[in-house]
């Protein structure tokens, strides 16, 4: 007779091989574990607090399906901000093809405003205490267009390579430099306004 | 000025994007050019500042209503395409037991009524020559047939799982 399965103790791939064999409380307890990341991958993504559910909820319906797919390589919670960042570019594709492109849009496609920009060195760190730094962060990313964010995100905070986004971003390399380019000067620039606003 | 072919690499320079041989031309450039050495700065000094410096944020949701909401989902989904590539939901250890549990219950009637009616008239026989008896298990349901006639009993146990 096999022992009943400690859910909260057990560690993700025994929880995994659960949720592979048809254990609803093994998937349960993964959902529990790792829902506010990945809510907060969809978040940084869409910048939306209702869409972010929606997609993280449909993130985690998706891995149920495709459980027997998922192999091991990477870790279960790497696999499923996968998913979910997968789910959020769709999104942005289709809101995009609704958006009509405007001259300003283009122009920050290819970093008209930020080619002009004088070199800054930000480093707000000095004052500001860690909590405060990732909100501002977080508010400079919120001001960067979705191309810009996407990338930025996918390179500095999910380590992949360029030509991982560019797979994933349906675009060049090139174009993955350049949007990583401009979003990083964009950075710079908010983050060192940010010190300045404070020092006044 | 630096034109944006030499901007991009001085970023793939500071990302180990570029071949060795290329790195080392980079390297040279940051060196020996002012512009180049400020720029390369800027780059290290915001990929260095976002590093590790994501916004923590927790799901407004509660455990419970989040993960009602996504097992909902999950079960709609499996009975538009039953045959999906997903784990099959395990019922639980109750129903298991009580699947059995059922078929025996429906079992113990048969035999009461199979000798109730062992004392009962021809006539009575005729009007109860056979007998249906379900259980009201929601994911588990027995159903059982009698035919004096044939003096047969047929017990039909279904868990609705495939």
């Known amino acids: ?200 | 000025m630096i034109n944006h072919e030499t901007e991009v690499k001085l970023q793939a320079c500071l990302d180990g994007e570029l071949s060795p041989g290329e790195a080392t031309t980079l390297e040279t450039l940051i060196a020996g050019d002012p512009d180049a050495r400020s720029l390369f700065e800027e780059l290290r000094a915001t990929r260095t500042l976002l590093a590790g410096n994501e916004l923590d944020l927790k799901l407004p949701d509660t455990r419970e209503f989040y993960w009602s909401k996504i097992r909902r989902q999950i079960e709609l989904e499996e009975r538009r395409t039953p045959a999906g590539d997903g784990p099959k939901p395990v019922s639980a250890p109750w129903v298991r037991f009580l699947t059995p549990a059922g078929a025996l219950a429906a079992l113990v009637v048969l035999v009461v009524i199979a000798l109730k009616n062992s004392d009962a008239s021809p006539s009575e026989l005729a009007l109860e020559d056979s007998h249906e008896i379900e259980t009201p298990l929601e994911e588990t349901s027995s159903f059982s047939f009698r035919s004096e006639a044939a003096a047969m009993t047929v017990v039909w146990v279904d868990s609705h799982r495939e």
């Not at chain 1, 508010?139 to 560019?166: M, N, P």
């Open chain 1, 1 to 200: 007779m096999s022992r009943k399965l400690d859910y909260p103790a057990a560690e993700d791939p025994v929880l995994v091989k659960g949720a592979q064999k048809g254990d609803m409380q093994a998937f349960e307890e993964l959902v529990a574990r790792h829902r506010d990341k990945i809510y907060a991958r969809a978040f940084s993504m869409m910048r939306n607090e209702e869409e972010a559910t929606d997609l993280s909820q449909e993130a985690w319906v998706k891995a149920w399906q495709r459980l027997k797919q998922f192999q091991g390589e990477a870790s279960f919670v790497t696999w499923m901000t996968r998913i979910v960042i997968n789910l959020c570019l769709d999104q942005l594709r289709r809101q995009k093809r609704l958006r009509a492109e405007s001259i300003e849009q283009l122009d920050e496609e290819l970093g008209g405003v930020e080619r002009q920009m004088p070199i800054v060195t930000p480093n707000p760190t000095e004052r500001l205490e860690r909590g405060e730094l990732r909100q501002r962060i977080d508010k400079a990313l919120g001001q960067l267009s979705y191309e810009h964010r996407t990338v930025l995100i996918l390179h500095e905070f999910e380590d992949l390579e360029y030509k991982e986004i560019a797979k994933r971003m349906e675009c060049s390399i090139g174009t993955v430099m350049s949007r990583l380019f401009y979003a990083r000067r964009k950075m710079a620039v908010l983050l060192a306004g940010l010190k300045r606003e404070e020092l006044r």
